[in-house]
């Protein structure tokens, strides 16, 4: 067990690159005026 | 640049940029981490040897090993998916339905809602024509989205409501299926559209400012009176009749209200739970928000994540837009690259069927794209590669940003309002966009610091 480190998650951006880029999740605006959000707190819908 | 370490609330985190992990840390961790560049085992022994014993240090360092080894610490750079490179597919609308509003709020980059042009509404071919655009332009994806926009969109409803049987009807006919979203300032609800937005599974964007004075003083009726208790009495009703579901109250702060966490807890404390509040837009302005106005603003988004949390804890907390971070099963790279779309999967449309990047780009004449009849200009597409290829990975800026994942590469409206062009981001936006994101790192550790019933690791 570790004692100096935490680690919560385990999810890897790496695993993502070759599967994924399918787009059916919702937009994502950034800016003042819309459901502004930013990308990481989006869910895949995978 | 592989890793972020940052101190915040009590807790020492670590994430690992291109991995996405999230490690919570001790001291001695958290310092050997300025020096250990994935290696140097012994060069870290020395730097350390007077301040921390050798079994820690060697301790830390064997940790550290075992994180490399499982690609959660100094992960290697992220590549463009190959996925990325094809060609873009249409996901998303926006439709201006309304290039006109019944308020005149101070900050509206439609400029009262005309966006600089004649007062229009959207006839509903022009609607029609939108939802084949989709269709003809997103191949083999589902999901789509079109959200009703304006000015205030409740001034056409008549357009709106002919759009939304349209595209039920089609999503029969071709097997697609389309969200649909309303974005309105709540002041023209009625009770008959309350029930059509809700039998017709429409989620709701509601514009409210926070507290009364700080939303009147931005969001006045055309007759220069304040519209909060308005939009407040609809929003409460609207939100009732939806049982608090499928909506998101949202707001801007501005240069007047650089405590703009009391307004979100006025919100909270409305009984609103879904809630997003932003930084304002603007340029020239007094209103504006300045690089001089940013240490502020961070410590209010501080103080705003420590009573997020305590409310969460206590069992009566509220959702804030940006400090929900999915940290295990977050968007894919190429969602990541492609943030908001705009340009090249998503586009705005306005009253007379034109296409434009987004809606903060109609009126700005060099953007048009095409009209939702003849479809994108082919003299455009050079435009629509600039837009697609605009990503973080390509943004010298962002390529250096830890935030690069998690913000996408901020707003392309901003960076060429502030930059003139779109390959510099806005930096003041950068700024709070990457404390709202440790903020965002903070309640996730220490959520899960709660759940394992442990209070944090000091030292
Ligand atoms: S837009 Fe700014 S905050 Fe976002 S990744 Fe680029 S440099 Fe970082
Ligand atoms: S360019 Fe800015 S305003 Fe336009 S969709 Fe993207 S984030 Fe939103």
């Known amino acids: 067990m570790a004692k100096h480190i935490i680690t919560l998650n385990t999810a890897s951006l790496q695993k993502t690159i070759h599967i994924g880029g399918c787009g059916e999740c919702q937009t994502s605006c950034q800016s003042a005026c819309k459901t502004s959000c930013t990308v990481g707190n989006q869910v895949c819908q995978k | 640049m592989k890793l972020h370490k940052f101190y915040l609330n009590g807790v020492y985190i670590v994430l690992d940029i291109n991995s996405g992990a999230v490690h919570i840390v001790d001291k001695i961790a958290f310092d050997v981490l300025d020096v250990f560049e994935g290696h140097n085992d012994a060069a870290v022994l020395a730097a350390f040897a007077g301040e921390y014993p050798a079994t820690q240090l060697t301790e830390v360092l064997d940790e550290l090993h075992a994180l490399i080894s499982q690609g959660l610490l100094f992960a290697p750079e992220v590549a463009v998916p190959p996925t990325y490179s094809v060609k873009p597919l249409v996901k998303s609308l926006c439709l201006h339905v309304a290039h006109d509003c019944n308020l005149r709020c101070g900050y509206c980059f439609a400029g009262t809602g005309d966006f600089g042009r004649d007062r229009g509404l959207m006839p509903k071919e022009v609607g029609e024509r939108a939802v084949e655009f989709i269709i003809e332009n997103s191949g083999p994806r589902r999901q789509s989205e079109i959200d009703f926009f304006g000015g205030e969109p409740l001034l056409n409803m008549e357009t709106v409501r002919h759009v939304v049987e349209y595209a039920r009807r089609r999503e029969k006919e071709t097997g697609k299926v389309f969200k649909l979203t309303l974005t309105t300032n709540g002041t023209l609800l009625t009770d008959d559209i309350i029930q059509y937005l809700n039998k017709n599974n429409i989620s709701l964007v509601l514009s409210l400012d926070g507290r009364r004075e700080v939303h009147d003083r931005m969001r006045p009726c055309a007759d220069g009176s304040g519209s909060y208790d308005d939009a407040l009495h609809w929003i409460h009703k609207t939100v009732q009749a939806r049982e608090g579901q499928n909506y998101y109250l949202r707001g801007t702060f501005t240069a007047y209200n650089l405590d703009f966490a009391a307004d979100v807890l006025a919100m909270a404390d409305e009984g609103f739970t879904q809630l997003s509040v932003e930084p304002v837009i603007g340029k020239d302005t007094d209103y504006e928000l300045k690089a001089e106005h940013l240490p502020a603003l961070f410590r209010q988004y501080e103080e705003l994540a420590q009573t997020y949390l305590d409310r969460k804890l206590a069992g009566n907390g509220f959702d804030f837009f940006h400090f929900n971070l ?59 590669e600039r837009f697609r290829q605009a990503h973080v990975l390509n943004k010298p800026e962002c390529r250096r940003c830890w935030a690069r994942f998690y913000c996408s590469g901020g707003c392309h409206a901003n960076a060429h309002l502030f930059n003139g062009t779109i390959d510099k981001p806005y930096q003041v936006g950068c700024e709070l966009q990457k404390k709202r994101l440790e903020c965002a790192l903070m309640i996730q550790a220490k959520l899960s610091l709660a759940q394992a019933g442990k209070s944090g690791r000091e030292g």
């Open chain 2, 326 to 384: 999915d940290i295990n099963n977050g968007p894919c790279v190429a969602k990541r690259l492609s943030g908001c779309g705009a340009g090249h999967e998503y586009f705005a449309v306005t009253p007379e069927g034109e296409l434009y990047p987004c809606h903060q780009f109609v009126g700005r004449e060099e953007y048009r794209l095409g009209n939702v009849f003849t479809g994108l200009e082919a003299a455009r597409q050079p435009l629509v």
